[in-house]
């Protein structure tokens, strides 16, 4: 069955860095595209970046310049570098297929305040 399981969230203040980290089991990760997602209190979840089999990347507006999305298939991990974070980051983060599966990880917290 699929896992996903994400990590390296946490507090940290504008202009700051966090790399999260998201280990996938139950899939053949290689040859699929995966994404990071984000859902903010009172918002929808929303994709912020993807990255295909073969590492193209697409970035959202919000997040573009700022966040990189990377992969070791190795590893089944898929990683999201974030740079100058803003208080509008603020959200809990989640990795998933792209298109998701219908099951969901729990997420990792990210909180941008100053």
């Known amino acids: 069955q699929v896992q996903l399981v994400e990590s390296g969230g946490g507090l940290v203040q504008p202009g700051g860095s966090l790399r999260l980290s998201c280990a996938a089991s139950?899939?053949?990760?290689?040859?699929?595209?995966m994404g990071w997602y984000r859902q903010a209190p009172g918002k929808e979840r929303e994709l912020v970046a993807v990255?295909?089999?073969?590492?193209?990347?697409n970035y959202a507006d919000s997040v573009k310049g700022r966040f990189t999305i990377s992969r070791d298939n190795a590893g089944n991990t898929v990683y999201l570098q974030m740079n100058s974070l803003k208080p509008e980051d603020t959200a809990v983060y989640y990795c998933?297929?792209?298109?998701?599966?219908?099951?969901w990880g729990q997420g990792t917290q990210v909180t941008v305040f100053s």
């Open positions: 139950g899939i053949i990760f290689s040859i699929n595209n």
């Open positions: 990255i295909t089999g073969g590492r193209i990347t």
């Open positions: 998933n297929r792209s298109p998701a599966y219908s099951y």
